[in-house]
C-alpha cells in the first residue's frame, strides 16, 4: 500500500472543508486499496520525506503567523532542498491554493513549482474556470472541465515557456493561470490555484479537477 501525504490548513483557511474536499477527491484510490491518506504537520515533512511516499499534497501558505509583527515561515533551506530532492528522485507533489501562496520566489522549492501566488482581490467573486484536468500520461487527452464558483482570484507567476498549463481562470478583475504540470527529474508537479470557501471546495467539478490533480503526481 502506498502512502500520500497531506499538509492541509493555515491561519486564512480552515482544515476541516479541506480534509472533506481531499477525502471525498480521492476516496476510489483509497477505497481500492492501492493508498493511504495521512495528514502531517508541516514539521514532520522532511522526516517523512525520507519514508518515499508516493505523493505530497500542500494546501498551507508558508507564513505559520501572518498577522503578527514578527511573522514566522516554515519553509527553511534545508526543507526546500529536501522536497526538491525527493520529487527529483521520483516523488509527486501538488500543490493546491494557498499552497502556493508567502513562498520565497527565489527559492529552489518554487523554482521546482515554476509559478507562484501574486495576489487575490480583496472580495471573494464569481470566477470562471476553463481547461481541461491534468493529465496522467496514460490516457493521452484530457477531459475538458469548465465551472463556475465564488473563490479567491489567485493571480499567479508562471513559468509558461517550461510547463503544461491545462487551465485559466476568469473574473471580473482579470484573467489568469489556474493549473499547470510538469515532470522535474525523475518525479511530479502540479498545481491548481481552486478553491478557497467549502462551497468551492466541494463544488463536484473541484473534486474532479482534486481527483484528478492527485492522480497527476502519482
Not at 86 to 109: K, M, Q, T
Not at 176 to 202: F, M, R
Amino acid at each position: 500500500m502506498k502512502l500520500i501525504y497531506a499538509i492541509v490548513g493555515d491561519y486564512y483557511h480552515a482544515e476541516e472543508p479541506i480534509r472533506e474536499a481531499l477525502n471525498l477527491a480521492i476516496k476510489p484510490l483509497t477505497d481500492s486499496g492501492s493508498y493511504t491518506l495521512e495528514y502531517i504537520s508541516a514539521e514532520e515533512l522532511m522526516e517523512r520525506l525520507q519514508t518515499k511516499p508516493a505523493a505530497v499534497i500542500l494546501f498551507k501558505e508558508d507564513r505559520v503567523n501572518p498577522k503578527d509583527e514578527i511573522v514566522q515561515h516554515w519553509l527553511t533551506e534545508p526543507i526546500s532542498a529536501a522536497i526538491v530532492r525527493y520529487v527529483e528522485e521520483g516523488g509527486g507533489f501538488l500543490n493546491w491554493h494557498s499552497g502556493l501562496a508567502s513562498y520565497p520566489p527565489d527559492s529552489a522549492f518554487v523554482s521546482m513549482l515554476r509559478g507562484y501566488f501574486i495576489s487575490h482581490p480583496s472580495k471573494n467573486q464569481m470566477v470562471q474556470y476553463n481547461g481541461k484536468v491534468p493529465s496522467d500520461n496514460s490516457q493521452g487527452t484530457s477531459k475538458e472541465i469548465s465551472f463556475e464558483i465564488m473563490d479567491e482570484h489567485y493571480f499567479v507567476s508562471c513559468d509558461e515557456a517550461n510547463t503544461s498549463v491545462f487551465l485559466r481562470s476568469e473574473s471580473i478583475d482579470g484573467s489568469s493561470i489556474a493549473g499547470w504540470q510538469h515532470t522535474s527529474g525523475q518525479g511530479k508537479v502540479c498545481c491548481i490555484t481552486p478553491a478557497h470557501n467549502k462551497e468551492g471546495l466541494l463544488h463536484d467539478s473541484m473534486i474532479e479537477l482534486l481527483r484528478s490533480s492527485v492522480q497527476a503526481v502519482l
